[in-house]
Nanobody, 125 residues
Framework: QVKLVESGGGSVQAGGSLRLSCAASGFTSSTYYMGWFRQAPGKEREGVAGITRTGSTSYADSLKGRFTISQDNAKNTLYLQMDSLEYEDTAMYYC???????????????????WGQGTQVTVSS
């Protein structure tokens, strides 16, 4: 029943911005722990950002405030605003959802049960 569909990826020059969307269905995303992850070729999947049921957000330290996660409860959609993009941000970006509380605010991929198919972000330098 749970389905996540990412969109908004594309090609952008370094310094530009993109906003990714994740449309959720089969559940109310604001009642789950939601997150964004990315995986570049040859690298492990890494956590980007998370948002709790209460709206508390967390980010990977390496992003240094360039990314912002948010939710639109009315549209049941998760967003990732990406600013000041760098070549190193090039990756497949995934949204994920977890109904449990056992992992707290962890951004470890293993803490999330439901995943989208991903959307590609390519940053040119």
């Amino acid at each position: 029943q749970v389905k996540l569909v990412e969109s908004g990826g594309g090609s952008v020059q370094a310094g530009g911005s993109l906003r990714l969307s994740c449309a959720a269905s089969g559940f109310t995303s604001s009642t789950y722990y939601m997150g964004w992850f990315r995986q570049a070729p040859g690298k492990e999947r890494e956590g980007v950002a998370g948002i709790t049921r209460t709206g508390s957000t967390s980010y990977a330290d390496s992003l240094k405030g360039r990314f912002t996660i948010s939710q639109d409860n009315a549209k049941n959609t998760l967003y990732l605003q990406m600013d000041s993009l760098e070549y190193e941000d090039t990756a497949m970006y995934y949204c994920a959802a977890e109904r449990g509380y056992g992992c707290g605010r962890s951004l470890r991929p293993g803490c999330f049960t439901y995943w989208g198919q991903g959307t590609q972000v390519t940053v040119s330098s």
